[in-house]
């Protein structure tokens, strides 16, 4: 029997839980990827491993993670059902968890035809719903999506992707409610930089109880610059950006270090909202900064169980 996941360890201790995120490259090589992974051993609790994000063809994310396992460290695997049929989808959550992989984040997956295979098909057999709900009775019922038996004991922890920033507004903690029903036991939000409508949403989170059903984990992301910062708030789908955090990069004379400054003080605010177990830091091409981000936000040392 594989020994439990790390991440639902640290959920359940209460610990303010701090995972990163990890792109697999567009190539064979995953020497720095490793790197990346070695950099952040002591300062997140597990790694989140892109599934051919952005639709852009990409070294396997369960591949990726086995070898994270290999360096005795713990990966979060994206499934995306943009790529596989139901076949494909539990075969590869078998062989993930035959390797070692204990933590699964399920979603749709950016459209095709935003990357570089914009011809191929969508598969889409099931969508992010019914992803959680079959893995999640493969893992607790024992049954395949077909209704066939699975053959001996399989443990993994779920988890999903929440937006609190698309509209329609309203909608969106039902969208929650409806993946911790189907089986998510943690989420990762989308980058949080309008921190005004995300207290605002989990203030409908509480009102529904559901901070006590799942661990939230908010998305902050450094920016670099002031043209990421543009061009995430005019371009990134799902991401709102204040007017006067442009302006305060604008105005710094030192743009990385005000990205810095703004990304934890973003993870400060959110250590003090209530239902907010912890944050995954999504330091795009940046991967480096994530020790310096977990030491300077008051998150360092981890927890050791």
Same mark, same amino acid.
């Given at each position: 029997?594989?020994?439990?996941?790390?991440?639902?360890?640290?959920?359940?201790?209460?610990?303010?839980? /701090?995972?990163?995120?990890?792109?697999?490259?567009?190539?064979?090589?995953? *020497?720095?990827?490793?790197?990346?992974?070695?950099?952040?051993?002591?300062?997140?609790?597990?790694?989140?491993? @892109?599934?051919?994000?952005?639709?852009?063809?990409?070294? *396997?994310? !369960?591949?990726?993670?086995?070898?994270?396992?290999?360096?005795?460290?713990?990966?979060?695997?994206?499934? /995306?059902?943009?790529? =596989?049929?139901?076949?494909? !989808?539990?075969?590869?959550?078998?062989?993930?968890?035959?390797?070692?992989?204990?933590?699964?984040?399920?979603?749709?997956?950016?459209?095709?035809?935003? &990357?570089?295979?914009?011809?191929?098909?969508?598969?889409?057999? !099931?969508? *992010?719903?019914?992803?959680?709900?079959?893995?999640?009775?493969?893992?607790?019922?024992?049954?395949?999506? &077909? &209704?066939?038996?699975?053959?001996?004991?399989?443990?993994?922890?779920?988890?999903?992707?929440?937006?609190?920033?698309?509209?329609?507004?309203?909608?969106?903690?039902?969208?929650?409610?409806?993946?911790?029903?189907?089986?998510?036991?943690?989420?990762?939000?989308?980058?949080?930089?309008?921190?005004?409508?995300?207290?605002?949403?989990?203030?409908?989170?509480?009102?529904?109880?559901?901070?006590?059903?799942?661990?939230?984990?908010? &998305?902050?992301?450094?920016?670099?610059?002031?043209?990421?910062?543009?061009?995430?708030?005019?371009?990134?789908?799902?991401?709102?950006?204040?007017?006067?955090?442009?302006? =305060?990069?604008?105005?710094?004379?030192?743009?990385?270090?005000?990205?810095?400054?703004?990304?934890?003080? @973003?993870?400060?605010?959110?250590?003090?909202?209530?239902?907010?177990?912890?944050?995954?830091?999504?330091?795009?091409?940046?991967?480096?900064?994530?020790?310096?981000?977990?030491? =300077?936000?008051?998150?360092?040392?981890?927890?050791?169980?």
């Amino acid at each position: 029997m594989i020994a439990g996941s790390n991440l639902e360890k640290v959920i359940n201790s209460g610990e303010f839980v /701090v995972t990163g995120e990890l792109g697999p490259p567009k190539g064979a090589d995953i *020497s720095v990827m490793k790197h990346h992974a070695d950099a952040m051993r002591n300062h997140v609790d597990a790694y989140n491993i @892109t599934d051919n994000q952005t639709a852009i063809v990409r070294t *396997s994310s !369960i591949a990726c993670g086995a070898t994270l396992v290999q360096m005795g460290l713990e990966p979060i695997i994206q499934i /995306v059902v943009r790529d =596989r049929n139901r076949i494909c !989808i539990q075969s590869d959550v078998l062989g993930a968890y035959a390797l070692g992989i204990k933590n699964i984040l399920c979603l749709a997956g950016d459209h095709q035809k935003f &990357g570089n295979e914009g011809n191929s098909k969508g598969v889409y057999d !099931i969508d *992010s719903m019914q992803l959680l709900k079959g893995l999640k009775d493969l893992r607790d019922e024992k049954k395949f999506m &077909g &209704g066939d038996e699975v053959e001996g004991d399989i443990e993994y922890f779920l988890g999903a992707v929440e937006n609190p920033f698309a509209d329609p507004f309203e909608y969106r903690v039902d969208r929650l409610e409806k993946k911790i029903n189907a089986g998510a036991s943690f989420i990762q939000t989308q980058c949080i930089f309008d921190l005004d409508r995300f207290e605002k949403w989990m203030e409908l989170v509480r009102d529904r109880g559901l901070h006590k059903k799942v661990a939230i984990l908010g &998305g902050v992301t450094p920016m670099k610059s002031l043209g990421a910062a543009r061009y995430m708030k005019n371009n990134v789908s799902g991401i709102t950006i204040p007017d006067e955090l442009v302006d =305060r990069l604008k105005a710094s004379e030192d743009k990385k270090a005000e990205g810095l400054n703004i990304c934890i003080e @973003t993870i400060e605010r959110l250590k003090q909202i209530e239902g907010v177990a912890g944050v995954h830091i999504m330091a795009i091409a940046w991967e480096e900064i994530v020790p310096e981000i977990v030491e =300077r936000a008051g998150l360092y040392p981890r927890p050791k169980l």
